[in-house]
């Protein structure tokens, strides 16, 4: 899609206009999302458009937590100037198996693929499941036991991938972000460079309140030291342009089967913290979206949006659609809001 010079002068606020556009939405709403007495069900809405670390980057104190009695969700997606969307995603607002009735959780995930979609896409159809298969937590809060089931989801996923793409003769990869809320507490994982940021309420020294962007996950890239280091022990280079072998940037994604035994891995960072009253959303989205926002403008302007419309579904539209057609973005572009409501 060529990107188009044009802007409305009321914004993207109107859904009709919109609809016209080649940017994909889809929207959830999850009522009394941790009402434990509420019943589960596996549906799920989805779209095609080292060790376990557990560091805690917005573990706060002196904080009330207030249960989150409803959470509305909305993606959208645009291939921006590519010939196709390698991109998928994942809105699942009742997350938990269908066996469980004292327990709820959602989960919401992009992955972004390259080279192709299909890696994208089979992680898209089965990291959740594999998840759940591994032992996320069905019926009381456990974090270690949740962090250890996305571990073991994650290597999962990966190896029947592997094990798909020989048999299919494809190399596609796909990075990743995920967010799985369980009861009050919120897991990220991620591989590569898709991100995660949350908007959390914060008070000046004027007594105004803003809102702080707090990144929620750690890029994985060969050109990073860490990253580099490991790379070189498995036998893989970091060429001069900083990709591996010359050619991959990311270090850790799911597939790339060429380039498993020089050092890319599938191995997720995992932390998870308290949802406070404070937290008001979290934005996921594919490197794409993070080329042309930085964490504190994409609050800023989903804040923005969200006070003008009301609308999850516009405002994620919007963030997508002035990533793609205002500030130029050439990849696909894909992005996913969380709003909690306390």
């Known amino acids: 899609m060529t990107p188009h010079n044009h802007k409305r002068e009321d914004g993207c606020n109107h859904e009709d206009d919109l609809s016209s556009s080649n940017t ?50 909305a993606a959208a997606e645009d291939k921006g100037c590519r010939h196709s969307m390698e991109d998928a995603w994942v809105l699942l607002p009742h997350a938990s198996s269908p066996h469980s009735t004292n327990f709820r959780c959602a989960h919401f995930a992009i992955y972004d693929g390259h080279g192709g979609h299909m890696a994208a896409e089979f992680a898209q159809k089965n990291l959740h499941a594999n998840v759940l298969a591994a032992g996320l937590p069905r019926e009381l809060m456990d974090i270690k036991a949740a962090k250890k089931a996305i571990f073991q989801g994650f290597q999962r996923t990966d190896e029947s991938l592997l094990k798909e793409s020989e048999k299919g003769n494809w190399q596609d990869g796909a990075t990743a972000v995920c967010v799985w809320v369980l009861g009050q507490t919120a897991i990220v994982a991620n591989i590569g460079d898709a991100k995660a940021v949350l908007a959390r309420a914060s008070t000046t020294n004027e007594g105004e309140t803003t809102l702080k ?25 970091v060429g001069p342009n900083g990709r591996l072998q010359g050619r991959l940037e990311v270090s850790r994604a799911f597939g790339d089967r060429q380039f498993k035994k020089v050092g890319v891995i599938s191995t997720p960072d ?26 504190s403008d994409a609050v800023e302007f989903v804040q923005k949006k969200l006070k003008e419309t009301s609308s999850v579904t516009t405002t994620v539209r919007c963030l997508v659609r002035e990533a793609i057609r ?17």
């Open 24 to 73: 994909k939405t889809k929207r959830i709403k999850s009522d009394k999302i941790a009402d434990e007495s509420s019943h589960s069900d596996s549906s799920a809405t989805t779209g095609v458009g080292v060790a376990c670390k557990t560091h805690d980057p917005v573990a706060v104190s002196n904080t009330k937590v207030t249960r989150i009695m409803d959470m509305d969700a």
């Open 213 to 237: 962007s707090i990144v929620l996950t750690r890029e994985h890239k060969a050109i990073f030291p860490q990253e580099r280091s490991r790379i070189q022990k498995a036998g893989g280079t």
């Open 270 to 295: 995992i932390h998870s913290f308290q949802l406070t009253d404070r937290d008001q959303f979290i934005i996921l989205g594919c490197d794409g979206l993070w080329g042309v926002f930085g964490p």
């Open 326 to 342: 205002e500030r130029r973005c050439k990849d696909n572009c894909t992005a996913i809001v969380i709003v909690f409501k306390h």
